[in-house]
C-alpha cells in the first residue's frame, strides 16, 4: 500500500504591497501580502514546452524591492511591479521571512503556521512526499492561487541551528525568523519537487507570464476544487489531517493546473535567486 499524502489549502494574506511613494520598498516589518513581481525564470506552456525568459508573477517577498512600473486601480489587476532583490540587514531588529520561497533550485516551505497558537508543532509539519500545498488568497469569495508546492523531501530544524542552504534563503527567511523570538522552535523545511525531478508526474509552480506579452498584467487566477478548496476560508490552512493516495493527489494538482492554464497563464517552474542588493 503507498504512503497516505495530503492536499493542503493555504490561505495568507492576499493584499497588494505597493509604495505611495518612492521607488524602493524597504524589509517589511509589518503585515505579510502579495507582489507583483519580476524575475527571469523558467515556465511551461499547456504542451508542457520550457523556456527560459523574464517572467512575471504574484508571491511573497518580504525583503527589498525596486518599483518598475505602476497602473491606475483596475478590479484585481496589480498596482505594481517590482523587482525583488536582498540585503544583509545591519541589525537584528525584527523582519518579516518569505514564506514559500520560489527561488534556486528548488521552491521551499519552512515556517508559516507551523506552529499552533501553543507553540507546538502543528500538523503541517508532518507532510509526506507528494503532498500538495496550494497557497492562495480569499478575495472577495474566492481563492485565489499564487503558488503550488509538491513536497518532494523534509528535514526538521530550528533557526538558530539553520540547515545548510543558499545564502539568500537563509538571511531572508531563516534568520529573519530569529528576529521574532522563534529562534528555538522546531520547524520543518521542505523542499518542492521541480520538473526535471517530479513527484508522481507532479511538480512545483507559479502561475505567471511572459513579461514581454502585451497582457502580461494579471490577476490571480481562481480556482476552485469542491471538497478540497472552501473559497470561505480566509485564515487556518485544511487538509494536513486528511490522508488521500497519490492518485487523489494527482487527480487535484492537475485540476488546479488545467484552471491555471485556461486563465492564459504559464507555469513558472524556476526563477533566478534575487541579487544582493550592491553587488554586481
Same mark, same amino acid.
Given at each position: 500500500m503507498s504512503a497516505s499524502v495530503f492536499v493542503v489549502q493555504f490561505p495568507h494574506p492576499g493584499g497588494e504591497r505597493i509604495l505611495r511613494h518612492g521607488d524602493r520598498m524597504p524589509w517589511n516589518t509589518g503585515d505579510h501580502g502579495r507582489k507583483f513581481l519580476l524575475s527571469a525564470g523558467r515556465s511551461l506552456d499547456s504542451q508542457e514546452q520550457a523556456r527560459g525568459k523574464p517572467l512575471v508573477f504574484w508571491g511573497e517577498w518580504e525583503a527589498p524591492s525596486w518599483v518598475v512600473e505602476r497602473w491606475p486601480r483596475e478590479g484585481q489587476l496589480p498596482r505594481a511591479l517590482q523587482v525583488p532583490v536582498w540585503e544583509r540587514p545591519p541589525t537584528s531588529n525584527y523582519r518579516l521571512n518569505t514564506d514559500p520561497w520560489v527561488f534556486g533550485e528548488a521552491f521551499r516551505y519552512s515556517n508559516c503556521k507551523q506552529l499552533t497558537s501553543y507553540k507546538n508543532p502543528s500538523a503541517l509539519q508532518e507532510l509526506t512526499p507528494g503532498s500538495v500545498i496550494l497557497f492562495g488568497s480569499k478575495l472577495r469569495g474566492e481563492f485565489v492561487l499564487d503558488t503550488v508546492f509538491v513536497v518532494e523531501e523534509a528535514e526538521c530544524y530550528a533557526p538558530h541551528h539553520p540547515p545548510e542552504t543558499d545564502e539568500a534563503f537563509r538571511v531572508c *527567511?531563516? #534568520? &529573519?525568523?530569529?528576529?521574532?523570538?522563534s529562534g528555538e522552535y522546531r520547524f520543518t523545511l521542505y523542499r518542492g519537487a521541480t520538473f526535471d525531478k517530479p513527484m508522481k508526474g507532479m511538480y512545483s509552480y507559479v502561475p505567471c507570464r511572459d513579461a514581454a506579452r502585451p497582457d502580461a498584467? =494579471?490577476?490571480?487566477? *481562481? !480556482? &476552485?476544487?469542491?471538497?478540497?478548496?472552501?473559497?470561505? %476560508?480566509?485564515? &487556518?490552512p485544511s487538509g494536513a489531517k486528511s490522508r488521500l493516495t497519490i492518485e487523489q493527489a494527482f487527480q487535484q494538482w492537475d485540476s488546479v493546473r488545467e484552471q491555471v492554464l485556461l486563465a492564459r497563464c504559464e507555469l513558472g !517552474? %524556476? =526563477? #533566478? *535567486?534575487?541579487?544582493?542588493?550592491?553587488s554586481a
Open positions: *527567511t531563516i #534568520e &529573519s525568523l530569529t528576529t521574532d523570538g498584467r =494579471f490577476a490571480r487566477p *481562481t !480556482v &476552485s476544487l469542491p471538497g478540497y478548496i472552501n473559497p470561505a %476560508s480566509g485564515q &487556518s !517552474v %524556476s =526563477f #533566478e *535567486t534575487p541579487r544582493l542588493e550592491g
